[in-house]
């Protein structure tokens, strides 16, 4: 055991006074047996020597740190906090975790509303927000960025250069969780997927090693990474591929309510006709009170006619005029659409054919209990359908393939987000998501509409994406972390997310 120990204490760098206080703490402890309370202390301790004070966060926990999550539903105390200011601090952080046998989660930007996978109540708690490098390539034709960074900050980065990347549409989101789920953005009907436009990961391994995964090494890490979900290892650099888009044209109007037959008919139009112009696409957000709609073209233009079911709709007030702007101007735009007040939050993900009849029924279902719920919590919801085109799945296969087992064809995927304010309504608040896509299962399966994929960046915490991925790529994902994980420490440590173990 000594000479186990003192492996360990080399692979993290630790020598001479650091060693001996680790090892004396950790003599100690065994002398009195090594407790799950005991052996958090000693990962803490380890991670101060050997990352640096400055770079772990120790009892008493600042809150504010460990509070930065967008949903209270992820807000919890950990035991300690790492914070790796590189790819190597990264490595010695999994050793450390993985040698004490402590339970840790890992955070990006936070953003996901699911308990316990962006953050842990008395564990360890690994951000990542200081590797947050973005740098472009002197040919323009790739940019390396770090999974703390934000997509506003990435886009800002690019503006200069006149280039972009397909990343994530809301502006707060982190780099590293939307990667893993998949990514879906404004032009991924005409690119793929954010995940399908990786051009290499730089990983680090539960053991702690630091490697590639690209389309010549590694290669079946590199198929599993693009929407696997945080199940093979820590990410520290994504190297994406730029798009020639830059200079894009865009309006959104809201909508009455009373139109949302006509909307959701018009959707249905667009879907079926107009979604064959690869440089379009709808964001479609419907809630109790208004209906907003987005209409994007990934090129300079003047009103596209390719819009046409839209323009014969009168909205009620224009939000955004039509516009000739760039990426990030839209970005910027989207950045006030969302509340960063301290809320409770959820998401939920179906999907099916394209069909305005199932849209509209959905709709109606899901209209009455949202204000059922809403007049008894003051919960909001939305509705959203959001246009999948089979471009997008054939980019996907064109790039490489991916794991997820999307659907070939022109489809929808819908999701809802969800603010309230009482856990005390936690149950009562995500029964209207729950039941919803309940009717769009029942609904799509008595008329042959039903499609029961599940895109995990939109999935709730009780859903299981990886399922809905396919027995057989399921199978292949499972064979691959056992392959980079031998002992299944993002498995069996790891506090939550979407896991293989789970699937």
Known sequence: MEAKFDSFCNSIGLSGPSAQTLKARF??????????????????????????????DVSPINQTLASKNWSQTCVFKPHCIYKPPNTAAVSKA???????????AVRSGGHSPSPGSSNIENGVLIDLQSI???????????????????????????????????????????????????????????????????????????????TNANANDNTELFWALKGGGPNFGIVTRYDLYTVPVWSVWYRWDTYAIDKADAILDAMAKWQSEGASDLKSTVALIMSLDSIVVGLIYSAPTDNPSVFAPFYEIQPVTPLVAPTNGTVKTLTDF???????????????????KIDAQ?????????????????????ANQTFTIQP??????????????????????????????????????????????????????????????DLSHIFMNDASRDQSPLT??????????????????????????????FLLSNA
Request: hydrophobic share 40%; with cysteine.
């Open 334 to 352: 989207l950045a006030d659409t969302f509340s960063d007040k301290p809320l409770r939050h959820d998401y939920r993900a179906s999907s099916s």
């Open 388 to 449: 999948i085109m089979k471009n997008m799945v054939e980019q996907g296969i064109a790039k490489g393939g991916n794991p997820m087992g999307i659907p070939s064809q022109d489809h929808q995927w819908w999701t809802t987000v969800i603010d309230w304010k009482n856990g005390s309504d936690d149950d009562v608040v995500r029964s209207v998501s729950i039941d919803t896509s309940n009717a769009w299962q029942k609904l799509g399966q008595e008329r042959g509409l």
């Open 27 to 56: 003599d100690e402890a065994n002398k009195h047996g090594l407790t799950v309370a005991v052996s958090r202390d000693l990962a803490c301790l380890a991670a101060q020597l050997s990352l640096g004070q400055d770079n772990v």
């Open 358 to 378: 199932l849209y509209k029924d959905v709709w109606n279902f899901w209209k009455g209990r949202a204000k059922e719920v809403r007049d008894a919590t003051d």
């Open 94 to 104: 999994i050793k450390i975790v993985g040698f004490f046998q402590v339970k840790f």
């Open 132 to 210: 947050n490098q973005i740098t472009l390539d002197a040919d323009k034709k790739a940019v390396s960025v770090g999974p703390g960074a934000r997509w506003a900050q990435v886009f800002d980065t690019l503006e200069a250069h006149k280039t972009s990347v397909i990343g994530g549409r809301i502006p707060d989101v982190g780099v590293g969780g939307l990667m893993l789920g998949g990514g879906f953005f404004h032009f991924s009907g005409e690119f793929g997927l954010a995940a399908d436009n990786v051009k290499n990961f730089e990983i680090v391994l539960a053991d702690g090693t630091i």
């Open 468 to 497: 809905s991925y396919g027995k057989e790529n399921v199978a292949k994902l499972k064979e691959i972390a056992l392959q980079y994980d031998k002992d299944q420490v993002f498995q069996k440590l790891q506090n939550g997310g």
